[in-house]
């Protein structure tokens, strides 16, 4: 009881921002069906190791114009995505660098997983089985955006404002929201969107 309680308040700590913007957190799930989280690293065949932090969105300080792009990383799984979802491949490294910075194991403080930094209810929608998963994560990530560029006619402001704000809070003000996150993050996805295309 002492350890879940431990681990709890330390994953409290983190999720409140008190530990270091790339604090690592092992997580599990014990006998009892218990998902514990620790700081303190366990034995690797029963645990798996993510990476709780400040990953794309959250990060301040960053010269998206000059920031190092990452071109060949992930590249087949993008691309096969990309071709059978019909989304350019430039737009999905674009939001994967804005979002996890091309870590797949990264959680955010929000809850949201893997590459492609996808919620548990989407990753419900789009048949994740495991979001830390490249493959997995890319291919359902790629699908998502593939439906907001059908729901919104193909107005990408739009499409990638409801990657980030979700589908309803585009349509409940008509556009991108008037979110300060969602704003910047628009801001930081066109940059590297321009650069990933060469334009």
Not at 87 to 100: F, P, Q, W
Not at 143 to 157: N, Q, R, S, V
Request: with cysteine; hydrophobic share 40%.
């Amino acid at each position: 009881m002492k350890r879940i309680l431990f681990s709890i308040a330390i994953l409290t700590a983190l999720l409140l921002g008190f530990q270091s913007a790339h604090a690592q957190i092992y997580t599990y799930v014990d006998e009892n069906g218990v998902t514990v989280f620790t700081d303190r690293k366990p034995d690797e065949s029963r645990y798996r190791v993510h990476n709780l932090g400040c990953y794309g969105t959250c990060r301040t300080g960053v010269d998206w114009q000059r920031t190092p792009l990452k071109r060949r990383a992930f590249d087949a799984e993008i691309r096969a995505a990309s071709e059978i979802f019909g989304i350019d491949d430039d737009l999905v490294r674009a939001i994967m660098h804005a979002e996890s910075w091309f870590e797949p194991e990264a959680v955010s403080r929000s809850g949201a997983q893997g590459l492609m930094q996808l919620m548990p209810a989407t990753q419900r929608r789009f048949g994740v089985r495991n979001p830390f998963d490249p493959l997995d994560n890319i291919t359902a990530g790629v699908a998502y955006l593939a439906w907001l560029h059908e729901e919104f006619g193909g107005d990408l402001e739009r499409v990638i404002a409801a990657y980030n704000a979700g589908e309803n809070a585009v349509r409940r003000h008509g556009g991108v929201p008037p979110y300060d996150e969602t704003r910047e993050y628009l801001r930081r996805v066109n940059i590297l969107f321009r650069r990933y295309s060469g334009s």
